[in-house]
Antibody, heavy 120, light 107 residues
Framework: QVQLVESGGGVVQPGGSLRLSCAAS????????MHWVRQAPGKGLEWVAF????????YYADSVKGRFTISRDNSKNTLYLQMNSLRAEDTAVYYC?????????????WGQGTLVTVSS | DIQMTQSPSSLSASVGDRVTITCQAS??????LNWYQQKPGKAPKLLIY???NLETGVPSRFSGSGSGTDFTFTISSLQPEDIATYYC?????????FGQGTRLEIK
């Protein structure tokens, strides 16, 4: 069965950096696009970034463009999110999610999330 | 950017009630509209894709309809396990946008 396991969350100071990972199993990782979606405490879902199945195209929300970088290693079945210049408003649970196809469409499987707290 | 307006933001209903949530897009999105359920402390779960298609394993009391800019999500007979927050979501070439969510409670 599809499994997505995020890791790398924690507490970081404003202006700091953090790299999240998402280990995928149970499907052919290299055939599907992948997303990062976040949820601030008590708030709704906010899409963060998407990467095409082969890594050739990447798309970002305006709120993170220029600060966050999505990447993938298909040989390791792992998705990453490099987060730089972190702000208090980046505090959230970060979910990785699998798309149904190689391109951007929708999220059919989600991980359990990892909490990122940006605070001094 | 395409904006999604979801209503109501919260809803209280009794077991057995028919529940309806609406989602309006700021421009025509054809049928590129999906619905998710999120229970407290859990990851979201896909229920309906492409406006009206039921995801495998999802109970038939859930349904969706609409196209263009106006969409509807319906629970035909509310069950206690349906207590959750529901989100609509659209996708275009470059991004995904979620609605603000509808928190569903039992009366």
């Amino acid at each position: 069965q599809v499994q997505l396991v995020e890791s790398g969350g924690g507490v970081v100071q404003p202006g700091g950096s953090l790299r999240l990972s998402c280990a995928a199993s149970g499907f052919t990782f290299s055939s599907y696009g992948m997303h990062w979606v976040r949820q601030a405490p008590g708030k709704g879902l906010e899409w963060v970034a998407f990467i095409r199945y082969d890594g050739s195209n990447k798309y970002y929300a305006d709120s993170v463009k220029g600060r966050f970088t999505i990447s993938r290693d298909n040989s390791k079945n792992t998705l990453y999110l490099q987060m730089n210049s972190l702000r208090a408003e980046d505090t959230a649970v970060y979910y990785c999610a699998k798309d149904t196809v190689g391109e951007l469409s929708l999220c059919d499987y989600w991980g359990q999330g990892t909490l990122v707290t940006v605070s001094s | 950017d395409i904006q999604m307006t979801q209503s109501p933001s919260s809803l209280s209903a009794s077991v057995g009630d028919r529940v309806t949530i609406t989602c309006q897009a700021s421009q025509d999105i054809s049928n590129y509209l999906n619905w998710y359920q999120q229970k407290p402390g859990k990851a979201p779960k896909l229920l309906i894709y492409d406006a009206s298609n039921l995801e495998t394993g999802v109970p038939s009391r859930f349904s969706g309809s609409g196209s263009g800019t106006d969409f509807t999500f319906t629970i035909s007979s509310l069950q206690p396990e349906d207590i959750a927050t529901y989100y609509c979501q659209q996708y275009d070439n470059l991004r995904i946008t979620f609605g603000q969510g509808t928190r569903l409670e039992i009366k």
